[in-house]
């Protein structure tokens, strides 16, 4: 949940964010995971980044939806 109240979901390989007043908009489809993975994780952090996990890397989505690897962790 971000600072405005947005709710930040993964249907699959697709982030979505849940506005409070019920609109719901694909925010990115991640590309490269496969069809026996998924997104584990998400988080936004105060300047609107998004990062999630795919349980082998932590990424980073920006403001324009770029998609950024941060880290291996498996």
């Known amino acids: 949940v971000d600072a405005s109240g947005n709710v930040y979901f993964a249907e699959s390989a697709v982030i ?4 409070p ?3 719901v908009t694909t925010i990115a489809e991640v590309q490269g995971i496969s069809a026996n993975s998924y997104i584990h994780d ?6 609107g980044y998004i990062y999630y996990t795919d349980g082998a890397n932590i990424n980073k989505i920006n403001s324009v939806g770029i998609n950024t690897f941060i880290a291996n962790i498996s």
């Open 16 to 19: 979505k964010k849940l506005t």
């Open 21 to 23: 007043s019920g609109i």
């Open 42 to 47: 998400i988080a936004v952090d105060d300047a």
